[in-house]
């Protein structure tokens, strides 16, 4: 993966983007006046032109899904040679447009749009908010009210969103926005091919004046905040998992109202293989959602679960094809927060209040527990074999 992304760096992206410009030209003449289902001519080359101006690097996967929907508006089901296994970046291009199959013109470019629309509407209305009065622009973050919708989007794609520290303090940050404003339901997703990538191991680099102990100690505090922020959350939180998710972003699944995933995502905790323990209340919530046999399986075994499995055990709600994931998701989601603001609260406090104390509970024992695990010679070894098996690369 890490040789793809390099590959496919971000000026082969606008050059690809100009490059699709250019091959459009004929599709334009040729359809400008006829009617079609979904997205029309003029939408998609709308869509296109806005391609180019995207800011932040969306990542390879959608890069890759961009162009095999720009080749199935265009061009249709893919007819050209298999490239060969050597050709790694024509090949994933070529495989992307493949999994298309038979998906019609019409419906390619309806998606083409739809994903467009979606990562233009990420980047705009994220800048607005940080102009329009609000306090503070996010470094890691992009975070957007539309809709009555606050979307909180992890971005830093180019490191599959992992978390840093900055990151974690602006997430309680956003998060208590998120709470005290106008929005009817918070979704909290990732920019790119991850989900999130969970605890940056840089995180455990970076020894401040009291050494370990204090590194310990301040993490604990943090990752306490952190949770802490998702327990008490006051309104319907639900999670958009656009691609794999791994470790602190995969426990607190948990403690979100409703989680949609793409069938793309995997959902892994490696916490033993780490020498560390879980979080995010996981100890007590996924024994309860899924059962003790499943949950060890996951939390002690680093057993990592497809979205299906993860939906089987109820960590997740719904699966979606990753083709129209975004356009499904997104109406439904659209929907949801049409309704009454207050009703929805209420409820959601009436189902998750009465845990409270006991996920308070749960959340100081855990972080106990951690803070401890990461002094451990363990846990200093195996993050050590993470920055060695980097180095070696
Ligand atoms: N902490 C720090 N850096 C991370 C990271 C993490 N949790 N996850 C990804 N990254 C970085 C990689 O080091 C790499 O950085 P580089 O470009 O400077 O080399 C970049 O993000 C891209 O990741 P890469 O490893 O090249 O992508 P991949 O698709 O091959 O693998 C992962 C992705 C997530 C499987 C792999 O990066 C990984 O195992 N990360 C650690 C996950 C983890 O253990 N999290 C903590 C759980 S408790």
Redesign the pocket.
């Known amino acids: 993966?890490?040789a793809l992304?390099k590959l496919v760096s971000p000026w082969r992206f606008h050059r690809f983007a100009r490059a699709s410009r250019a091959a459009l030209i004929p599709c334009v003449q040729l359809h400008s006046t006829a009617s079609v289902m979904g997205a029309s001519v003029e939408e998609f080359n709308t869509a296109k032109e806005k391609l180019g101006t995207l800011k932040n690097d969306p990542g390879n996967q959608v890069k890759l899904k961009i162009y095999a929907l720009f080749k199935q508006a265009t061009q249709g089901p893919c007819n050209s040679p298999k490239p060969g296994m050597l050709d790694f970046v024509n090949k994933a291009k070529w495989d992307a447009w493949k999994s298309l199959g038979s998906v019609s013109q019409e419906e390619a470019r309806q998606q083409y749009v739809d994903l467009i629309q979606s990562l233009v509407g990420a980047e705009a209305p994220a800048v607005s908010a940080q102009t329009a009065g609000s306090s503070k622009a996010f470094q890691t973050l992009l975070v957007t009210s539309e809709d009555n919708i606050t979307t909180i989007r992890l971005n830093r794609p180019?490191?599959?969103n992992?978390i840093t520290v900055e990151m974690y303090n602006e997430l309680i940050e956003a998060l208590d926005l998120a709470g005290k404003d106008d929005s009817v339901i918070t979704v909290m997703t990732g920019n790119g091919d991850?989900y999130c990538?969970?605890?940056?191991?840089?995180n455990f680099t970076k020894i401040p004046e009291g050494g370990l102990e204090e590194m310990a100690k301040q993490s604990g505090e943090l990752l306490r905040r952190y949770v802490k922020a998702y327990i008490d959350f006051p309104k319907p939180l639900i999670g958009v998992i656009n691609g794999p998710a791994?470790?602190?972003s995969v426990t607190l699944l948990g403690l979100f109202d409703v989680v949609y995933a793409t069938e793309k995502a995997t959902f892994h905790t490696?916490?033993s293989q780490?020498g560390?323990s879980p979080e995010g209340c996981s100890s007590y919530l996924f024994p309860k959602i899924m059962g003790a046999a499943k949950a060890s399986e996951m939390l002690l075994f680093n057993k990592k679960l497809t979205a299906t499995q993860a939906c089987e055990v109820g960590l997740v709600t719904e699966v979606f094809p990753e083709s129209s994931f975004q356009s499904e998701v997104w109406t439904r989601l659209k929907a949801y927060a049409k309704l009454p603001k207050n009703s929805l609260a209420l409820s959601k406090q009436l189902i998750r209040g009465v845990e409270s104390e006991r996920l308070h509970a749960v959340n100081d024992a855990e972080v106990e527990r951690l803070v401890e695990r990461w002094l451990s010679d363990e846990c200093m070894k195996a993050i050590m074999s993470?920055f060695q098996a980097?180095s070696k690369l």
């Open positions: 993966m890490a992304v180019e490191k599959k992992a991850y990538s969970g605890n940056d191991l840089n791994v470790g602190v490696p916490f780490l560390q993470f980097k």
